[in-house]
């Protein structure tokens, strides 16, 4: 059976924990790692304050050699630009054994939207 790429977000949602805004202040308050799989483009033009930028098409190669990404027992919270990258992101952390994962709903988009802090990388200035 083929699945689209809806599908197979809406799949890994009811695999993973997800949080909003109010959650993922929670977390950067706990000095969690805030990790964004949005490209790098994306990421220079803004991100969340603190983030690091590991795209999600090199993640599961990138995990060993990022030094924030050392220590699967890390609380991660992951975003992209709506939340259907994180969700596929946070899944396949949890197979390579991150177990404290959580991905912010709405992402990026949802983040700005509700009038939260944005870094800007300085090139993008």
């Known amino acids: 059976m083929s699945m689209t790429a809806q599908q197979l977000v809406a799949e890994a949602r009811q695999q993973i924990r997800e949080t909003d805004?109010?959650?993922?202040?929670?977390?950067?308050?706990k000095d969690a790692i805030v990790l964004d799989?949005?490209?790098?483009?994306?990421?220079e033009?803004?991100?969340l304050p603190?983030?690091?930028?590991?795209?999600r098409g090199v993640l599961e190669f990138k995990v060993g050699e990022h030094p924030?990404?050392?220590?699967p027992n890390a609380e991660i919270?992951?975003?992209?630009?709506?939340?259907?990258?994180?969700?596929l992101a946070c899944v396949a952390l949890?197979?390579?054994?991150?177990?404290?994962?959580?991905?912010?709903?709405?992402g990026f988009e949802g983040w700005v939207s509700k009038g939260q802090p944005v870094q800007k990388?300085?090139?993008a200035c």
């Open 45 to 47: 033009q803004g991100h």
């Open 77 to 87: 919270l992951v975003y992209c630009r709506t939340g259907g990258r994180a969700a």
């Open 121 to 123: 990388s300085p090139e």
């Open 21 to 29: 805004h109010d959650g993922a202040y929670a977390l950067m308050e």
């Open 50 to 55: 603190g983030a690091v930028n590991v795209p």
């Open 94 to 106: 949890q197979r390579m054994g991150f177990g404290k994962l959580t991905s912010l709903a709405g």
């Open 37 to 43: 799989v949005r490209e790098p483009g994306e990421f």
């Open 68 to 71: 924030v990404l050392k220590d």
